[in-house]
Nanobody, 127 residues
């Protein structure tokens, strides 16, 4: 069974940067980051596939980057240009379903298409 453990959450000033880490026991073809604020469902931030393909939510494109260290079973989320509305609990996710787009496989940033979740790490951005 895949186990995920996030770390790196912190409080930062608006405009700052932060990197989150996710340690996993086994990689899956889709790995992702989600975030959640109280009272709302998990929002997809971005994913990485085993072929290196990535995709991001429009709200973080150009600011957040997902990378993976396969040798050390680590997934990272580098967050730049942080804003107060990035404040959330951030979750690592694995086991995402793959979908054929017509010319390549892709994952979905929908909470219900992911099987395994970490415990979350809190990110707070102050203005």
């Amino acid at each position: 069974q895949v186990k995920l453990t996030e770390s790196g959450g912190d409080s930062v000033q608006s405009g700052g940067s932060l990197s989150l880490s996710c340690s996993y026991t086994t990689s899956t073809s889709c790995m992702a980051w989600f975030r959640q604020v109280p009272g709302k469902g998990r929002e997809g931030v971005g994913y990485m596939m085993d072929d290196g393909r990535t995709d991001y939510a429009d709200s973080v494109k150009g600011r957040f980057i997902i990378t993976q260290d396969i040798a050390n079973n680590m997934l990272y989320l580098r967050m730049n240009g942080l804003r107060p509305d990035d404040t959330a609990t951030y979750y690592c996710a694995a086991g995402g379903a793959r979908y054929w787009s017509g010319d390549h496989y892709e994952c979905k940033l929908r909470e219900d298409t992911w099987l395994v979740w970490g415990q979350g790490t809190q990110v707070t951005v102050s203005s």
